[in-house]
Each structure stands twice: as C-alpha cells, then as structure tokens.
C-alpha cells in the first residue's frame, strides 16, 4: 500500500466550476501538508502548505486537513483554463527533516 | 535571477552509458535534492544533501550517484547499472534541512535511453 493515494484522474472541468482534489494518507507522523502545481514539462511550484489539522486559504485556493480521517484536500474556486495542470500533493513528518512523500498527482483540465 | 536551474533540458542516452545530469542553485540553500517522475508513480527521491560533501540515499538510489563538492551544485549521473532510466529527472533545494515546506524544484531534465 502507498503511504500516499492521490486519484490521478484525469479531471476535466468547465471555466468557473469549482474543483476538489483529494489525498488520503496512512502514515499518522505526518504533519505538514502541501500542495504543489505542475505545469506540462515544468518543474512543481509550490502552491500551498499547511501544518496539521485545519483550513488555509488564498486567494481562490483553500488547503484542507483532516488528520482524523488522514485526508487533505485542495479546492479551487472559480477555476480558470490557466488553472490546468497536474496537482501533487505532499507531506513530511516532524522528524525526517525535509523529506517529501508525495502523491502520484491529479491532472486538471480547465475549458472554456 | 535566483532560482535552480538544470541542464540540459532533453537528453538522449544510448544503454550502457553512463551520464551526468546538471543541477545549480544560487538560492544560497543548503538542501539539495533529486527526484525521478515517472507518469502514476508521482516524484519519487533519489538522492539528497544537507550540507556540502554529504550525501543520503533515497527511496531509489540504485543506479544512480551524486556528489556536492560546491554548495551551488549538485550533479546526478545516472549509471549503465540503472535497469529503467527513461524519465523526468527534477533537482529540488531547500533553505535548510530542517525547513518543512519550501523545496523550490528546478525547471528538469527529460532523459530519454536509446
């Protein structure tokens, strides 16, 4: 079993739809959450992070963690075609310094 | 411009060639990584420095060796002992080892075995 399931789609959504995207984990020692966007042949950018249980938002991106069911979430609000791209989710634990464990990531389509 | 910064950007590579790939930051940082991404596998790590001359294997580290002879710079050669090197290789650096969230990743480098 992964440490970290992310479906991988792909997800394919009209412009203005709102988007979720999913990790569920099983290894109870992380505590930092982030969320990473990938464009086609680029490198990941860091889009949000989040430290344990709770909500973050930004803009139209909100970051969502739920350590009792070991599932985050990323929703993104008025999405637009600029939004398409894979999504990776990550997580760390408290003691293994900067090691990422990352999700397969989610291919999001946006049309307009 | 700070950033990290990986050549070449596509690489070909007959088998049983060893070949090196290129990773530079001048972000000042003094963690340094290198992930493989292969398509429904996500990034998975290969190798990964905290300071200048050290170095820890990852998760997949066979095949592969790196060296960190300069904090700005971390190379990755790939070995004739890699069974499946075709992918997206990515170099990634953090301030610090201990900084959970701000790995900042490199443009990467598309390798492609003959």
């Known amino acids: 079993q992964k440490e970290v399931e992310q479906d991988p789609g792909p997800l394919s959504v009209p412009e203005g739809a709102i988007v979720s995207l999913n990790c569920t984990y099983s290894?109870?020692?992380?505590?930092?959450f982030m969320w990473y966007r990938q464009y086609s042949r680029k490198g990941p950018e860091l889009l949000m992070y989040?430290?344990?249980?709770g909500n973050k938002e930004d803009g139209r991106f909100t970051a969502q963690v739920d350590k009792s069911s070991k599932y985050i979430s990323l929703f993104i609000r008025d999405s637009q075609p600029s939004d398409s791209a894979t999504y990776l989710c990550?997580?760390?634990?408290?003691?293994?310094?900067?090691?990422?464990?990352f999700g397969e990531g989610t291919q999001l389509t946006v049309n307009p | 411009d700070g950033g990290i910064t990986q050549s070449p950007k596509y690489l070909f590579r007959k088998e049983g060639q060893n070949v090196t790939l290129s990773c530079e930051q001048n972000?000042?940082?003094?963690?340094m990584y290198w992930y493989r991404q292969d398509p429904g596998q996500g990034l998975r790590l290969i190798y990964y420095?905290?300071?200048?001359?050290?170095?820890q294997k990852g998760d997949i580290a066979e095949g592969y060796s790196v060296s960190r002879e300069k904090k700005e710079s971390f190379p990755l050669t790939v070995t004739s002992a890699q069974k499946n090197p075709t992918a997206f290789y990515l170099c990634?650096?953090?301030?610090?080892?201990?900084?959970?969230?701000?790995?900042?990743f490199g443009p990467g480098t598309r390798l492609t075995v003959l």
């Open positions: 989040t430290y344990s249980s």
């Open positions: 990634a650096s953090s301030i610090h080892p201990s900084s959970k969230y701000t790995q900042y």
């Open positions: 972000l000042n940082h003094d963690a």
């Open positions: 290894n109870s020692a992380f505590q930092y």
């Open positions: 420095s905290q300071i200048v001359n050290d170095f």
């Open positions: 990550a997580m760390v634990e408290e003691t293994s310094g900067s090691r990422l464990t």
